[in-house]
């Protein structure tokens, strides 16, 4: 066992038989052997934007394709997991991600590993939006808290289904339909929705 190595990190091994260790000369050639180490866990905040068009590093999938700026899948069971994600013991996070398409899609997660039968559901939902994005936000229960945690999203539809901007951050509610009404020479009305869970917002104008 060699210890030592840092995460996710490409390395090239070289190794020789050593016959005679006094004697240059009777000595193998060298053999080679390239790998890249294993993941580690990330921590909060955790943010994925599927900008390339292959899997992320320490991601898993079955089923789910990458364009360059989403994963999206077409088949009936067909999942995405994000790497293992340490989840504070003392803050409240939440798991949120872009969802678009038709159908039935759940959200499971395990502390336990990454075999599926390890995964317990913890949200389900319906898309209808069609070719328009809505967030899905999911509070951290609290035997998940204190954890690593892996995450799967799962197409129970046999539609077309698209996933992006996936976090695990404790404030991930952007405010949606922003509009500016009554307008005058001097004043306007700022009208918007967001999640219950929010209270007090910041706005700026400029």
């Not at 898309?127 to 197409?155: A, C, H, W």
């Not at 996936?166 to 500016?180: E, H, M, R």
């Not at 307008?183 to 219950?196: C, G, I, K, R």
Request: proline share 4%; with cysteine; charged share 20%.
């Amino acid at each position: 066992t060699f210890g030592g190595l840092l995460a996710t990190t490409a390395y090239d091994v070289r190794v020789k038989a050593i016959c005679d260790p006094e004697d240059e000369e009777n000595q193998s050639t060298w053999t080679n052997y390239e790998f890249t180490s294993g993941c580690a866990a990330f921590d909060v905040p955790f943010a994925e934007t599927f900008d390339s068009y292959s899997m992320p590093t320490c991601w898993d999938a079955d089923g789910f394709r990458f364009s360059g700026g989403y994963a999206y899948s077409y088949d009936l069971d067909a999942w995405i997991m994000t790497p293992a994600i340490n989840i504070p013991s003392d803050e409240t996070t939440y798991l949120a991600f872009d969802v678009k398409g038709y159908g039935n899609f759940s959200v499971m997660a395990s502390y336990r590993g990454t075999d599926a039968s390890r995964f317990a559901e913890i949200y389900s939902g319906e898309i209808e939006s069609g070719s328009n994005y809505t967030q899905v936000v999911v509070p951290m229960s609290d035997n998940l808290k204190g954890r690593q945690v892996y995450f799967k999203i799962v197409n129970n539809a046999d539609q077309y289904q698209y996933i992006d901007n996936l976090s695990v951050d404790y404030c991930p509610f952007v405010p949606a339909n922003l509009t500016a009404t009554h307008l005058t020479e001097n004043s306007a009305v700022l009208a918007w929705t967001a999640d219950e869970a929010v209270n007090n917002f910041q706005v700026k104008v400029g």
